[in-house]
């Protein structure tokens, strides 16, 4: 454990580090990936309505309808694909993080070290010189 003086000098960097956190545990590419398969989910049921209102239905208003359908499946595919790349992103941010941490980590301890075996000796005559 440092001392009064080591303590006090690092006392910002642990609050550096406090403030970049520990990340979130699962990482929010998960719940990104999770929401590519729901869209995918509602875009395939969508697709199926589509080819069903081909099939059953006939005129103007089914016209409409499937065209509107397929923009719902298009866009589904737009939405999924900018998700993805968010997700991309997200990990990328994440890895940095992690990276940042234990590099922050690794300084603080090293300077504890240091400035703990400094303090040790600063009531020793000639220390300051």
């Given at each position: 454990m440092p001392g009064a003086l080591t303590a006090a000098l690092s006392a910002p960097l642990h609050r550096l580090l406090a403030l970049l956190g520990p990340g979130p545990a699962a990482g929010p590419a998960s719940s990104l990936t999770a929401l590519q398969d729901r869209l995918d989910t509602v875009a395939q049921a969508a697709a199926r309505t589509v080819t069903h209102?081909?099939?059953?239905?006939?005129?103007?208003?089914?016209?409409?309808?499937?065209?509107?359908?397929?923009?719902?499946?298009?866009?589904?595919?737009?939405?999924?694909a900018r998700?993805?790349?968010?997700?991309?992103?997200?990990?990328?941010?994440?890895?940095?993080?992690?990276?940042?941490?234990?590099?922050?980590?690794?300084?603080?301890?090293d300077f504890e070290a240091r400035a703990g075996a400094l303090e040790t000796r600063?009531?020793?005559?000639?220390?300051?010189?």
């Open positions: 209102l081909h099939s059953d239905w006939a005129g103007a208003g089914a016209a409409a309808a499937a065209e509107r359908l397929e923009r719902a499946v298009t866009l589904a595919g737009e939405l999924r998700i993805a790349a968010l997700g991309a992103a997200a990990e990328n941010a994440a890895a940095s993080v992690s990276d940042v941490r234990a590099a922050l980590e690794r300084l603080i301890a600063l009531d020793a005559p000639g220390t300051a010189e």
